[in-house]
């Protein structure tokens, strides 16, 4: 690629992305993970009472390495150098910024078929399912589909939402699309095996991404589609886009297809769930639950079945299948084994080059990803955060091995090829009878502790005993058993605060926690409500080897005596369940975004400051449609505007075209879309 296309910008702050609810919601979504045995069954601890030596071990010698070398001003994340400290610190609430000035009313929390805002804030759809994105797109027309149609037209169920500048009043907006709702989609729809092939051809285009060039509405935090001239960098991505393989494993044997001897070539990208943004303008879209497109996971060869367990491929053609196989034979697994290791990957693609072929970066690892947020160490290397959107299963990060060097791009476009991926691993402070399931806080007053992120693989050289560097890689979840990691309660969103340099990691539920398997980074049982976690890593470098970390906020009703606002008084605070996607504004609030509510009302956006007296104060900033889930909250660098993606409205068990549960956006088929929120008067969001 060429420098940086005129008219690009340095990302806004870096923001994206969502958990569980109806069965429909699990059909599509995950094609049922919840219902399936836990994918996890290795033996490796459930916390940690067992890490000490490794940490310091590890974590001092690399301290001693590194200077205090700040680069990559502009970089989401970048923080700021605080004073040296050779021990790992815990997060302090004082010394952490994000007060912010938030001064709002709650919305409350309700069930209405609406796009719900604060008093004196507006809010509009800026691009909803079916809106053409290539200038020759037919418009939408739900009676009369078509995958042809499909493929130049904005598709379904968006996730991850960023913007890339152009200038201060006309922007792209990157979206993915993570999934179909086929019994939504279609009149009459059953299942994949009765379906009509062309239904199948729509669904593989209304997968995949969006690019789509937008304007500021006058002066306001309001923003359009731009519906007329070139659109020059408009793009549809979808699952039969071609792509390619960089990075170590690229070529290797494991991705191997009859259809691409070299592996080097994928077709497609599945299931992207929420992001990040490069330093360099690109965006990073994450596989997640791409097992479920798969069919005859039972029938590959003996070697690879335990592969194919561990990340949950169908056996067989599940009856909740939408059966791509019947139009491209690469997803039955009984003929093309290799075909699943292709997916699970991050991809970058740049908005700014709509011919450029997106890339899956092999050295991120293959599991369920939910995001990529990226930020610089203290010596410049590139740091990627990454959770594994599964029950028990782990948080990882990826180093890269050179330095970031602004503007320049060739070099800058090689850092996500080459480098080290880490896996976390966390020890709780606390004696493990004070961690009793019950949620209350343990004698030293927080759910916290410290801990290590150990590494898996550098470039070609395995770091796990019995595996090679590749299948670290492809089979990343296994190298992580092998290593100890610690299984988590589903880690989705985590993005580090570039106002205080912490990290934050949405841990949205896992009712399977038995009582036994409570640790304090995962402290109740049966866990319906999820919490964030907050983790420091030492001297504050996203480069350090080592971290502490604290819980912040344990979500569910704050009546529950099981729920902690980080100390603040609970009678002011919203209720808040299944915290998924995070994201912050310039004073370093945090904001997030819910998906699978259990409390009993819709999902919705919060905020909530991270510093000084109203740390925890977390207050309902809107709400989504009935069945839909709050997923890519964006605000935007100005902090005029919010940008929130309504994934799913009206998914709710037994709702159909003829009987649908939502009307939003426009009194009639329910359709996902991008739905942005301003001030009325032109105040910052939230203030
Ligand atoms: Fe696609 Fe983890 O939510
Ligand atoms: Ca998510
Ligand atoms: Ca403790």
Same mark, same amino acid.
């Given at each position: 690629?060429?420098?940086?296309?005129?008219?690009?910008?340095?990302?806004?702050?870096?923001?994206?992305?969502?958990?569980? %609810?109806?069965?429909?919601?699990?059909?599509?979504?995950?094609?049922?993970?919840?219902?399936?045995?836990?994918?996890?069954?290795?033996?490796?601890?459930?916390?940690?009472?067992?890490?000490?030596?490794?940490?310091?071990?590890?974590?001092?010698?690399?301290?001693?390495?590194?200077?205090?070398?700040?680069?990559?001003? !502009?970089?989401?994340?970048?923080?700021?150098?605080?004073?040296?400290?050779?021990?790992?610190?815990?997060?302090?609430?004082?010394?952490?910024?994000?007060?912010?000035?938030? +001064?709002?009313?709650?919305?409350?929390?309700?069930? *209405?078929?609406?796009?719900?805002?604060?008093?004196?804030?507006?809010?509009?759809?800026?691009?909803?399912?079916?809106?053409?994105?290539?200038?020759?797109?037919?418009?939408?027309?739900?009676?009369?589909?078509?995958?042809?149609?499909?493929?130049? $037209?904005?598709?379904? &169920?968006?996730?991850?939402?960023?913007?890339?500048?152009?200038?201060?009043?006309?922007?792209?907006?990157?979206?993915?699309?993570?999934?179909?709702?086929?019994?939504?989609?279609?009149?009459?729809?059953?299942?994949?095996?009765?379906?009509?092939?062309?239904?199948?051809?729509?669904?593989?285009? /209304?997968?995949?991404?969006?690019?789509?060039? @937008?304007?500021?509405?006058?002066?306001?935090?309001?923003?359009?589609?731009?519906?007329?001239?070139?659109?020059?960098?408009? %793009?549809?991505?979808?699952?039969?886009?071609?792509?390619?393989?960089?990075?170590?494993?690229?070529?290797?044997?494991?991705?191997?297809?009859?259809?691409? $001897?070299?592996?080097?070539?994928?077709?497609?990208?599945?299931?992207?769930?929420?992001?990040?943004?490069?330093?360099?303008?690109?965006?990073?879209?994450?596989?997640?639950? =791409?097992?479920?497109?798969?069919? &005859?996971?039972?029938?590959?060869?003996?070697? $690879?079945?335990?592969?194919?367990?561990?990340?949950?491929?169908?056996?067989?053609?599940?009856?909740?299948?939408?059966?791509?196989?019947?139009?491209?034979? +690469?997803?039955?697994?009984?003929?093309?084994?290799?075909?699943? &290791? +292709?997916?699970?990957? @991050?991809?970058?693609?740049?908005?700014?080059?709509?011919?450029?072929?997106?890339?899956?970066?092999?050295?991120? !690892?293959? =599991?369920?990803?939910?995001?990529?947020?990226?930020?610089?160490?203290?010596?410049?290397?590139?740091?990627?955060?990454?959770? #594994?959107?599964?029950?028990?299963?782990?948080?990882?990060?990826?180093?890269?091995?050179?330095?970031?060097?602004?503007?320049? #791009?060739?070099?800058?476009?090689?850092?996500?090829?080459?480098?080290?991926?880490?896996?976390?691993?966390?020890?709780?402070?606390?004696?493990?009878?004070? @961690?009793?399931?019950?949620?209350?806080?343990?004698? *030293?007053? /927080? =759910?916290?502790?410290?801990?290590?992120?150990?590494?898996?693989?550098?470039?070609?050289?395995?770091?796990?005993?019995?595996?090679?560097?590749?299948?670290?890689?492809?089979?990343?979840?296994?190298?992580?058993?092998?290593?100890?990691?610690?299984?988590?309660?589903?880690?989705?969103?985590?993005?580090?605060?570039?106002? &205080?340099?912490?990290?934050?990691?949405?841990?949205?539920?896992?009712?399977?926690?038995?009582?036994?398997?409570?640790?304090?980074?995962?402290?109740?049982?049966?866990?319906?409500?999820?919490?964030?976690?907050?983790?420091?890593?030492?001297?504050?470098?996203?480069? /350090?080897?080592?971290? /502490?970390?604290?819980?912040?906020?344990?979500?569910?009703?704050?009546?529950?005596?099981?729920?902690?606002?980080?100390?603040?008084?609970?009678?002011?605070?919203?209720?808040?369940?299944?915290?998924?996607?995070?994201?912050?504004?310039?004073?370093?609030?945090?904001?997030?975004?819910?998906?699978?509510? $259990?409390?009993?009302?819709?999902?919705?956006?919060?905020?909530?400051?991270?510093?000084?007296?109203? +740390?925890?104060?977390?207050?309902?900033?809107?709400?989504?449609?009935?069945?839909?889930?709050?997923?890519?909250?964006?605000?935007?660098?100005?902090?005029?505007?919010?940008?929130?993606?309504?994934?799913?409205?009206?998914?709710?068990?037994?709702?159909?075209?003829?009987?649908?549960?939502?009307?939003?956006?426009?009194? *009639?088929?329910?359709?996902?879309?991008?739905?942005?929120?301003?001030?009325?008067?032109?105040?910052?969001? !939230?203030?």
């Amino acid at each position: 690629m060429a420098n940086p296309t005129p008219g690009r910008l340095l990302p806004l702050l870096s923001t994206p992305h969502k958990a569980g %609810r109806s069965a429909l919601t699990c059909q599509f979504r995950c094609g049922n993970a919840c219902a399936h045995d836990v994918a996890n069954t290795s033996e490796n601890s459930y916390f940690g009472d067992v890490v000490k030596e490794a940490l310091s071990r590890r974590g001092v010698l690399r301290a001693g390495a590194l200077g205090a070398l700040v680069v990559g001003a !502009g970089v989401a994340g970048a923080v700021p150098a605080l004073a040296d400290d050779p021990v790992a610190e815990t997060a302090d609430a004082e010394t952490l910024k994000g007060s912010g000035n938030i +001064r709002f009313t709650p919305v409350p929390p309700n069930t *209405d078929d609406a796009l719900t805002v604060p008093e004196g804030y507006e809010q509009a759809v800026v691009v909803r399912w079916g809106d053409p994105v290539l200038p020759d797109a037919p418009a939408f027309d739900f009676a009369n589909q078509s995958a042809e149609a499909q493929a130049k $037209q904005f598709g379904y &169920n968006c996730d991850y939402v960023t913007l890339l500048p152009m200038g201060k009043d006309r922007a792209l907006l990157w979206v993915n699309h993570e999934y179909t709702d086929e019994n939504l989609m279609f009149r009459g729809y059953t299942t994949g095996a009765a379906a009509t092939e062309e239904q199948i051809k729509i669904a593989l285009a /209304a997968h995949g991404g969006s690019v789509v060039e @937008i304007e500021r509405a006058g002066k306001t935090g309001q923003w359009k589609l731009v519906t007329n001239g070139r659109r020059r960098y408009n %793009r549809r991505v979808t699952a039969q886009t071609p792509m390619k393989f960089s990075g170590p494993a690229a070529g290797s044997d494991l991705l191997k297809t009859a259809a691409d $001897q070299a592996g080097l070539k994928p077709v497609g990208m599945l299931n992207n769930c929420s992001g990040g943004v490069t330093p360099w303008g690109t965006v990073l879209t994450a596989e997640e639950n =791409f097992d479920q497109y798969f069919v &005859n996971g039972d029938k590959v060869p003996a070697a $690879q079945k335990p592969y194919i367990s561990r990340y949950t491929i169908p056996s067989g053609t599940p009856s909740g299948s939408r059966r791509f196989d019947r139009i491209e034979e +690469r997803f039955d697994l009984a003929k093309h084994p290799n075909e699943a &290791n +292709r997916f699970g990957w @991050i991809v970058e693609i740049d908005p700014f080059d709509p011919e450029g072929t997106p890339i899956k970066r092999t050295a991120l !690892g293959r =599991f369920k990803h939910e995001a990529a947020n990226t930020t610089l160490a203290r010596d410049g290397r590139l740091v990627v955060y990454m959770g #594994d959107d599964s029950r028990f299963e782990y948080i990882y990060k990826f180093v890269s091995k050179k330095r970031y060097i602004e503007g320049f #791009d060739r070099h800058n476009r090689t850092l996500l090829d080459e480098g080290t991926l880490y896996v976390a691993k966390f020890t709780g402070d606390s004696p493990k009878e004070e @961690i009793d399931g019950s949620g209350k806080l343990p004698s *030293d007053g /927080a =759910f916290d502790g410290s801990g290590e992120w150990i590494p898996l693989v550098s470039g070609d050289e395995s770091h796990v005993e019995g595996m090679t560097a590749t299948e670290v890689l492809v089979y990343t979840r296994v190298a992580a058993d092998k290593v100890g990691a610690t299984k988590m309660d589903r880690p989705e969103d985590m993005e580090r605060n570039p106002v &205080n340099g912490a990290v934050y990691v949405a841990l949205t539920n896992n009712t399977n926690r038995t009582a036994a398997q409570v640790d304090e980074a995962n402290p109740r049982p049966s866990n319906k409500h999820g919490h964030i976690l907050e983790l420091v890593e030492k001297r504050d470098d996203a480069g /350090a080897t080592t971290f /502490a970390w604290s819980l912040p906020l344990i979500c569910g009703d704050p009546k529950d005596p099981a729920t902690y606002f980080a100390g603040y008084d609970k009678t002011q605070v919203s209720p808040i369940s299944c915290p998924d996607n995070v994201t912050f504004d310039r004073d370093g609030n945090l904001w997030i975004a819910t998906d699978g509510n $259990q409390l009993g009302s819709n999902d919705g956006m919060f905020v909530m400051p991270l510093k000084g007296k109203e +740390r925890g104060h977390l207050r309902q900033f809107l709400t989504v449609p009935v069945g839909a889930e709050t997923c890519g909250p964006m605000v935007t660098e100005d902090q005029l505007s919010v940008f929130v993606a309504v994934q799913h409205p009206g998914e709710i068990d037994g709702a159909t075209p003829d009987k649908p549960a939502s009307r939003w956006p426009d009194g *009639d088929q329910p359709r996902p879309s991008v739905a942005v929120s301003w001030h009325g008067k032109g105040k910052k969001i !939230g203030s």
